[in-house]
């Protein structure tokens, strides 16, 4: 049984440009959600997914958004990259909330942001 | 709001010493706690949970009490290996109104067995 699956597993982007980071959670699972762990940090959340909707948001601004498909899969994108962007990007996924059964993490995409 | 809080700085000990790393919460709602490892380059795995006060979380040997009179979830291993060294990361996640079940992190334990 797969687990949470994320791609690509790194990248190196330009201050200015866009991009995009995948998930698709594991089987079964309906809730997605994003965090972002900074070197030497916890992971801090961004934004959860349920049902195609975002349904709650970290402190993180509007450059960051995203997008939930019928299958589940989960988007992040962020625009206009800045050099504190850079950080490992993690997509956790669970069965409903995920208070009672915890969260499955990816192993994360790590974005350079040069 | 949610909160994690990880005593400071790395800790290094022995092969076959016991561990502990503490950790302690503040939450609105009904808290569920959990403790994370991740291995260097990789992502967060799930060690351990309690969802209720006085539930003890359990696996490969480690081990947590969630303790809702103290607030605290303190993981402890009676005797570690090298193996073990990783990153343990604490946290949270309440269901409140707003089903707010967002992950609150402390700031993790860098935990370093030296054979």
């Known amino acids: 049984d797969a687990g949470v699956t994320q791609s690509p597993t790194h990248l190196i982007k330009t201050r200015g440009q866009q991009v995009t980071l995948r998930c698709s959670p594991k089987s079964g699972h309906d809730t997605v959600s994003w965090y972002q762990q900074a070197l030497g940090q916890g992971p801090q959340f961004i934004f959860q997914?349920?049902?195609?909707?975002?349904?709650q948001r970290g402190n993180f601004p509007d450059r960051f958004s995203g997008h939930q498909f019928p299958n589940y899969s989960s988007e992040l994108n962020v625009n206009a990259l800045l050099l504190g962007d850079s950080a490992l990007y993690l997509c956790?996924?669970?069965?409903?909330?995920?208070?009672?059964?915890?969260?499955?993490f990816g192993s994360g995409t790590r974005l350079t942001v040069v | 709001g949610n909160s994690v809080t990880q005593m400071e700085g790395p800790v290094t000990l022995s092969e076959e010493a016991f561990l502990t790393i503490n950790c302690t919460y503040t939450?609105?709602?009904?808290?569920?706690l959990f403790w994370y490892v991740q291995y260097p380059g990789e992502g967060l795995q799930l060690l351990l949970k309690a969802t209720k006060a006085d539930d003890k979380g359990s696996n490969k040997g480690f081990e947590a009490t969630y303790r809702k009179e103290t607030t605290s979830f303190h993981l402890e291993k009676g005797s570690v290996q090298v193996s073990d060294s990783a990153v343990y990361f604490c946290?949270?996640?309440?269901?409140?109104?707003?089903?707010?079940?967002?992950?609150?992190f402390g700031k993790g334990n860098q935990v370093v067995v030296i054979p």
């Open positions: 939450a609105t709602g009904y808290p569920s």
């Open positions: 997914y349920y049902e195609e909707e975002e349904r």
């Open positions: 956790a996924s669970s069965p409903g909330t995920g208070v009672y059964y915890g969260y499955t």
């Open positions: 946290a949270l996640s309440a269901l409140g109104l707003r089903g707010n079940n967002r992950l609150a």
